[in-house]
């Protein structure tokens, strides 16, 4: 069993930066690849980050450039850096196991003036 647990979100004005947390539980951590997922309003959730187990990451490509997704598996965490953060970059953010039905609850960020 994991848990997901996302921290971070928030308003922030356009071209400014804020960072995701994800905290995982379970001893399992290390060996799954982990991503986050962006919904926004209205749309289909979409993949936004992925970094695999040995922290090969990749990028959707309209954050390419701006986001850093990391991990920690010694402290079982991935965080999601957003820099130059745009309005379209609003929505709920989750945290995901890859190959996995587990999911964070979510976290708000809202990009706007």
């Known amino acids: 069993q994991v848990q997901l647990v996302e921290s971070g979100g928030g308003l922030v004005q356009p071209g400014g930066s804020l960072r995701l947390s994800c905290a995982a539980s379970?001893?399992?951590?290390?060996?799954?690849?982990m991503a986050w997922y962006r919904q926004a309003p209205g749309k289909q959730r979409e993949l936004v980050a992925s970094?695999?187990?040995?922290?090969?990451?990749n990028y959707e490509d309209s954050v390419k450039g701006r986001f850093t997704i990391s991990r920690d598996n010694a402290k079982k965490k991935v965080d999601l850096q957003m820099n130059s953060l745009k309005p379209e970059d609003t929505g709920v953010y989750y945290c995901?196991?890859?190959?996995?039905?587990?999911w964070g609850k979510g976290a708000l960020v809202t990009v706007s003036s």
């Open positions: 995901h196991t890859l190959g996995t039905d587990y």
């Open positions: 379970g001893s399992i951590f290390s060996i799954y690849g």
């Open positions: 970094i695999s187990r040995s922290g090969f990451t």
